[in-house]
């Protein structure tokens, strides 16, 4: 069974940056395609953000491409969005998910707990 666990959320203003991290245990972490959702209150969860298995392909979605970016090391069994000039709509828990799938999904069976960013105005 794959674990996934996220980190790196937290408190900024406006203008500010923050890298979350994931690293994801239990299985051959190279095999694994990766990816972050997020989720703001009453909105539904939404895709920002997937890598492949050797980090070779990469996609944003059109709201955040221009500020965040996704990276992995898999000598390090590690996973990065590093996300620059937030804004407050950016607020939301943040979820790393994992796949054996060539590519994550709202689908993808192994999910984080969650990280909470929040963007102060």
């Known amino acids: 069974q794959v674990h996934v666990v996220e980190s790196g959320g937290g408190l900024v203003q406006a203008g500010g940056s923050l890298r979350l991290s994931c690293t994801a245990s239990?299985?051959?972490?190279?095999?694994?395609?990766m990816g972050w959702f997020r989720q703001a209150p009453g909105e539904e969860r939404e895709l920002i953000a997937r890598i492949s298995r050797r980090g070779t392909s990469v996609a944003l979605a059109d709201v955040v491409k221009d500020r965040f970016t996704i990276s992995r090391d898999n000598a390090k069994n590690m996973m990065y969005l590093e996300m620059n000039n937030l804004k407050p709509e950016d607020t939301a828990v943040y979820y790393c998910t994992a796949d054996t799938e060539p590519l994550v999904t709202s689908q993808s069976p192994y999910w984080g707990q969650g990280t909470q960013v929040t963007v102060s105005s």
């Open positions: 239990g299985g051959t972490f190279a095999a694994l395609s």
